[in-house]
Structures are given as C-alpha cells and as structure tokens.
T-cell receptor, first 113, second 116 residues
Framework: DQQVKQNSPSLSVQEGRISILNCDYT??????FLWYKKYPAEGPTFLIS?????DKNEDGRFTVFLNKSAKHLSLHIVPSQPGDSAVYFC????????????FGPGTRLSVLP | DAGVIQSPRHEVTEMGQEVTLRCKPI?????LFWYRQTMMRGLELLIY????????DSGMPEDRFSAKMPNASFSTLKIQPSEPRDSAVYFC??????????????FGEGSRLTVL
C-alpha cells in the first residue's frame, strides 16, 4: 500500500499559467516533505521542502503548501515555464535527516509554449 | 564539485548473470542511499548507509540483492542471479548525515539495467 500518493500521472499546463501538483500521504508520522524534479536520463534534483511546523514554504516561483489535517500537500509553480516540464516526485519522511524518505510515483508536468 | 557518480550508466545482461552497480558519493557526505525506479512502483528505497554502516535494508527485494560500502567513497549494489523483473533504473544518492536541515538527497544519474 503506497504511503505517498500522487494521483495524477500527468498534467499539462499552458506557459505562464499556474501548475498545481498534488500529493497525499497516509502515514500520520510523516513530518518532513520534499519535492524533487527529474528530467529524462538524469537523477532527481531537490526542489523545495517543508516541515510540519509550517503550512507554506516559498522559493521563487515554487510554493509548497501543507495541510496536515488532510494529509495533503501541493506544489504550485507560478508562472509555469517550458523548462519546468519534468517529472515531479513528492517525498515524505518521519524525520528531517533524509534517512528514510518515501517517494510518490511522480507526476509528469508538460508546460506547453 | 563532482556530484554522485554511478557506473555503469547502462547495463544489458542475460537472466542469471551477476550484475554489479557502483557508486561514488559526494565527498564529505556520510549517508548513502540506493533507490530503484520502475514504472509500476516509482522510486523505492532499497537500502541506506550511515558512516558506511547499513542502517535499513528492508527495501531490498530479496536475497539476490546485496549492497556494500567498504569505505566512505564507494558502494556497490549486486544482484546475483539477475532476473528480467530486476530491469529498472537504479539510483544512488548521498547526503550529509547530521545537520541535513533540508533533507536534500543528491542523486546520481542512475544506472539503467536491462535483464533479458
């Protein structure tokens, strides 16, 4: 049973618009969350993180929102750019030492020019 | 600075053969992780090491898989004998052990394994 779910395998967005990627989790012990971006033939790269003491973290065009009661987090990209086209993975851990992150299956984002 | 280095980038082998994947973590990183990516299951943690010591190998699929970290700069993941269902991309990642406030893992480019 997947502890971290990304129910949308793919998402297409027009350039300049907002991209919203969603992630749900089942383990209430998770308290640290990250988003990774992956281009083809490359390893995933870290994008942004959030701990459970916050409900929002922002870094430039990227904002992650956390709703602990709903066990839901989302990544907003505003404005979306064609270079954002990639697979986005949500990951969760019970600690913030990067020891045992559980990854979701990923959502493929396509930003159309 | 060099990132995490994995070899080989691609491996094609026949069922029953031994496969060895190699990883060199970022210098100074104390934690090393092996992940496997498949279409069906996404990214799965296989095993991770802290200071060269295996901490959690509960993700290793079965006894055919083994991993070692003989020193701080080298790790191997071995599959013996290999089976077609082992076909996947295997990623190695490293991170600082303590003070990893972002929890960021640094991934290599992966080793794509095809078992015929």
């Amino acid at each position: 049973d997947q502890q971290v779910k990304q129910n949308s395998p793919s998402l297409s967005v027009q350039e300049g618009r907002i991209s919203i990627l969603n992630c749900d989790y089942t383990n209430s012990m998770f308290d640290y969350f990250l988003w990774y971006k992956k281009y083809p033939a490359e390893g995933p790269t870290f994008l942004i993180s959030i701990s459970s003491i916050k409900d929002k973290n922002e870094d430039g065009r990227f904002t992650v929102f956390l709703n602990k009661s709903a066990k839901h987090l989302s990544l907003h990209i505003v404005p979306s750019q064609p270079g954002d086209s990639a697979v986005y993975f949500c990951a969760a851990s019970e600690d913030n030492y990067g020891q045992n992150f559980v990854f979701g299956p990923g959502t493929r984002l396509s930003v159309l020019p | 600075d060099a990132g995490v280095i994995q070899s080989p980038r691609h491996e094609v082998t026949e069922m029953g053969q031994e496969v060895t994947l190699r990883c060199k973590p970022i210098s100074g990183h104390n934690s090393l992780f092996w992940y496997r990516q498949t279409m069906m299951r996404g990214l799965e943690l296989l095993i991770y090491f802290n200071n060269n010591v295996p901490i959690d190998d509960s993700g290793m699929p079965e006894d055919r898989f083994s991993a070692k970290m003989p020193n701080a700069s080298f790790s191997t993941l071995k599959i013996q004998p290999s089976e077609p269902r082992d076909s996947a991309v295997y990623f190695c990642a490293s991170s600082p052990l303590a003070g990893a406030f972002t929890g960021e893992l640094f991934f290599g480019e992966g080793s794509r394994l095809t078992v015929l």
